[in-house]
């Protein structure tokens, strides 16, 4: 191929997926990349009716003055951020981030622009500073949830009627670029007073280009540089955000030009793996039961072993896990969910090696697991533990030693082209997940 031609097939890749990886997003993201797995928290006072965060107003017909009400009752008195920052360092989670404002409006940070926040509960305190605070003194990432919609404020929705009625919001009224300011000043107290943010989490729900996303992601660079934002106010932003699954395939940049409202497609081409700048940063934010914010109804814990097992599915594809906790009322993590977050910072404490800084796998159609990789290690992931030997039949590279992660036990194995056998202990390390790691020449 004539140098020419070469030269314009590479610049037009880099046009086609988006400009490459450089060293700016790279070096911007790091942290992110190689964190893999984060705490969520939905909290407010919609915690004391045990039902989810703003949707009962918006669709399920729940009482919106009842609703309103809730404030006037809620004082979480045992909170306590110092044990919820330790409590997702246990779980081996890296980063957090926490719901400042959802869509119902209400701020559980002492705005100087309404008074429908936390301040003027019986609790008085500010929740964000009081996290924001033990998450600095424990060295842990925190990040900011911020819902454009806002059911509160009259600039965002005709408040005259019920949320029911036009939650959606209505762009068209006069008083539109009002409730756009509401957000610019309450995003800049957000970013000029609680330390380093490590990332905005907006979730602008549907047509997401009536709150000028651009105007909101340059007053966030201008403010703290270094803060990411995800893809959920009409711009891809840093990540994408796949909620309650995990894509089937390996997320990529969407092409330019498509504009499908999404912000990543699935890599799913057979034997061969992304370019690293095609490869498009997301993550997965997922709840423990089926609510967002503390349900004591909800019964429906997912298994420590359901949740390891999603953790490793969504690393093996190059994406962060966010797990979620809705706190009580009375501010603590409830012990369904503690157990599970202790399970899985057990399992990270032995297996963490394959999760942390790691990217997604060269081995993408294992039926028994998964598999990460970090520099020339391959970490295979067994979910269904085999007797005898694990057989590989399509490995590119040549493998130079195997070890059990466990303990680090070497192991005997033979490759022969691409079919790699590797002899394994009858007994698995783990009950869950077991790695294997593979040293590659
Ligand atoms: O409507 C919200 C929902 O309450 C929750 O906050 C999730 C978490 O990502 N986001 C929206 C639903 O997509």
């Not at 081996?92 to 003027?120: P, R």
């Not at 089926?290 to 599915?313: G, H, P």
């Amino acid at each position: 191929m004539k140098l020419f031609e070469t030269v314009l097939m590479v610049a037009c890749a880099a046009t086609l997926y988006g400009a490459p990886a450089d060293s700016a997003e790279a070096k911007r993201t790091q942290w992110y990349r190689d964190a893999k797995f984060g705490m969520f928290i939905h909290w407010g006072p919609y915690s004391l009716a045990s039902i989810e965060a703003s949707w009962p107003i918006m669709t399920e017909g729940f009482n919106e003055t009842e609703y309103r009400a809730l404030p006037q009752r809620f004082n979480p008195e045992n909170f306590d951020a110092t044990a919820l920052v330790r409590l997702a360092k246990a779980a081996g989670q890296k980063y957090m981030v926490i719901t400042t404002k959802h869509h119902d409006g209400f701020v559980m940070f002492d705005s100087l622009f309404t008074e429908y926040k936390i301040t003027k509960t019986p609790y008085q305190k500010d929740i964000v500073a009081e996290l924001a605070e033990a998450a600095k003194a424990e060295g842990m990432p925190l990040g900011f949830y911020y819902s454009p919609p806002d059911m509160h404020h009259p600039g965002y929705r005709d408040t005259s009627k019920p949320a029911s009625a036009n939650w959606h919001g209505e762009p068209w009224r006069p008083e539109w670029p009002l409730y756009l300011d509401y957000m610019e000043l309450q995003l800049t107290e957000l970013l000029t007073r609680y330390n380093d943010v490590a990332l905005i989490w907006f979730d602008g729900l549907g047509q997401q280009g009536k709150y000028n996303g651009r105007r909101f992601h340059d007053l966030i660079h201008r403010l703290q540089p270094a803060t990411l934002i995800n893809d959920r106010i009409g711009l891809p932003g840093d990540f994408g955000t796949p909620e309650q699954f995990a894509p089937k395939g390996i997320p990529t940049k969407k092409p330019r030009g498509t504009n499908d409202g999404g912000t990543m497609t699935d890599w799913t081409k057979k034997g061969n793996l992304p370019k690293p700048e095609e490869f498009r940063l997301w993550e997965t934010c997922m709840t423990i039961n089926e609510t967002w914010a503390y349900n004591k109804n909800d019964r429906k814990f997912k298994s420590s072993r359901d949740l390891i097992r999603t953790l490793v599915d969504v690393a093996s594809k190059g994406g962060n896990f966010l797990l979620n906790v809705g706190p009580t009322p009375e501010g603590t993590i409830q012990p369904e969910f503690q157990e599970r977050l202790m399970a899985i910072g057990k399992w990270l404490k032995v297996n963490g090696d394959a999760i942390y800084g790691t990217t997604y796998g060269p081995l993408q159609e294992l039926t028994f697991g998964r598999s990460t990789q970090k520099g020339n290690t391959v970490y295979i992931h067994v979910f269904d533990w085999p007797k005898g030997s694990l057989e590989i039949n399509d490995f590119s590279g040549q493998a130079a030693a195997a070890s059990l992660l466990a303990g680090h036990r070497p192991l005997k194995f033979t490759q022969n082209g691409r079919n790699l056998k590797i002899e394994v202990p009858t007994q698995a390390p783990d009950p869950d997940v077991s790695v294997v790691a593979l040293k590659m020449k």
